[in-house]
């Protein structure tokens, strides 16, 4: 695809608070809040505690895109501008729990779902990556490993309780190429066009509201010939597999997140999302849309989870 309507890059002014400027950001941090790790990996875990993470737009909600008035929350109808507000209660309600939940809810299947994604990504030394809706960071711990000392992760959440986490989690696995900034998927501000290799984005996209809108800015701030990763719940594919998916998914579910994370609401919600999110098909037809190339997907588990990619040409 040509690249002729694509803007430059924006020059990037030095932040008075940092030594450096951050290659991937279109305006600097907000005035006082430390660049790179956002809390300085030589100053020791220790000071993470205290240290702000940046934020960037945050929450939007709907009024990035055309969306209607209302859309879905789980199986509820709700104002477009409410979405986002749901969501984060949800994840900030599960953040403490969500890696255990993970385990229990998938059989720890998730962990090598995550694995074939990773393997899918073609990640190599030296390139730049942006994880949105990285939370706890499990992907960007990967590939903080994989793209090396010279390459480097954005690890990018709109949640600050579960981004938290993942930055927690990093730090003290000595991940020393990684930013920590809080943003929505929807614009993906401060990221520059063309600022990166691969973007990928794992069991967060069912939770945007303005899907289009998101699949449009990680176009804009993926290189040309970088590649998008979705990894996403989605439609099973055998019939007879998909009721006794449903019986769990509204069964189990709930009464695990009850028992471990004290909140069966929220697994309730993610049941509903998991089958209010496009099937593999339309997802696929979302990315075109955007301007994606070379669009397909692979079905794992009988396609309770796709990993969806497409390329910028």
């Known amino acids: 695809m040509s690249n002729e309507n694509q803007q430059p890059t924006p020059e990037v002014e030095q932040n008075p608070s940092s030594d450096k400027v951050s290659p991937f950001l279109s305006s600097p941090l907000p005035q006082g809040a430390p660049q790179g790790q956002q809390q300085s990996l030589q100053q020791g875990a220790a000071a993470t505690s ?15 895109g055309n969306v209607g008035e209302t859309t879905h929350f789980g199986f509820q109808t709700v104002s ?6 749901k969501v984060a209660e949800v994840f900030h309600s599960v953040a403490s729990k969500y890696d255990i939940m993970n385990d229990l809810m998938s059989f720890g299947i998730h962990r090598l779902w995550k694995r074939f994604a990773i393997n899918m990504s073609g990640v190599r030394r030296g390139q730049h990556v942006l994880d949105i809706a990285g939370g706890t960071g499990d992907l960007a711990k990967v590939f903080s490993r994989e793209v ?12 600050e309780s579960m981004l938290n986490v993942g930055r927690d989690r990093l730090i003290d696995a000595g991940c020393t190429n990684v930013d920590f900034v809080l943003a929505n998927a929807e614009t993906l501000e401060p990221f520059a066009d063309n600022s990166f290799d691969l ?19 990680m176009y804009r701030v993926l290189k040309p010939g970088g590649r998008l990763l979705i ?22 579910l709930p009464i695990m997140g009850k028992l471990v994370a004290n909140d069966s609401e929220s697994y309730k919600y993610l049941a509903e999302s998991i089958r209010m999110h496009p ?29 969806h990619r497409g390329f910028k040409l």
Do not use: W
């Open 80 to 85: 477009s501008d409410d979405k986002a507000q």
């Open 231 to 252: 990894l996403e719940f989605s439609k099973p594919v055998f019939e007879p597999f998909s009721k006794l998916y449903d019986l769990y998914s509204f069964t189990a």
């Open 148 to 159: 090396g000392p010279q390459g480097h992760v954005v690890l990018s959440d709109i949640n």
């Open 279 to 307: 099937d593999q098909r339309t997802l696929k037809g979302m990315m075109e849309n955007a301007g994606f190339q070379s669009c397909d997907y692979h079905n794992l588990t009988g396609g309770i989870v796709a990993v």
């Open 199 to 217: 973007v990928t984005i794992s069991f967060g996209l069912r939770n945007v509201t303005d899907k289009d809108a998101a699949l449009q800015a």
């Open 50 to 64: 205290t240290a702000s993470i940046p934020k960037y737009n945050l929450p939007r909600g709907a009024n990035t």
